[in-house]
């Protein structure tokens, strides 16, 4: 697909959300979750070919910083395992987490953006644990 395309596509899904994402959002958007900034609906391009088309995915969410995917699973999902678990495998190998919530989770966001943030790297601890090892 051409650049311009995926541009269009990503538009669309960003200016159509599902009350689930919109949902989520309000707990994601403007860095309210540790400081981590997500963007939402956003084209993680993983290939391009010699006639400059892209192949792409567009998580649901997505944290640059942590390289982690967020991906609300609604009952679509329970039919398309395969080609979810393929994505997964395409974005695994761009060095991309994914994690797949199920809607019916956000019943329980606090859990939700626990496991949301169980996912994230601790620099500032890794830091902190690497500095104490060289000073004993």
């Excluded at 596509?9 to 159509?16: A, T």
């Excluded at 039919?79 to 695994?92: A, P, V």
Aim: charged residues 40%; glycine residues 4%.
């Amino acid at each position: 697909m051409k650049y311009e395309e995926i541009k269009t596509i990503v538009k669309k899904l960003r200016n159509n959300p599902t009350k689930e994402e919109e949902f989520l959002w309000r707990s994601l958007s403007n860095r309210q979750l540790l400081g981590r900034k997500f963007i939402r609906q956003s084209a993680i391009i993983y290939e391009k070919n010699t006639h400059g088309e892209y192949f792409f995915y567009v998580p649901d969410f997505y944290c640059r910083e942590e390289k982690l995917a967020v991906e609300l699973d609604g009952k679509i999902h329970d039919y398309q395992i395969e080609r979810d678990t393929k994505r997964d495998e395409i974005l695994s190998s761009q060095g991309i987490r994914v994690l797949r919530i199920k809607n019916e989770e956000l019943n329980q966001i606090q859990h939700v953006l626990d496991r949301i943030k169980a996912c994230f790297c601790d620099r500032e601890l890794r830091y902190r644990q690497i500095k104490g090892r060289k000073q004993t």
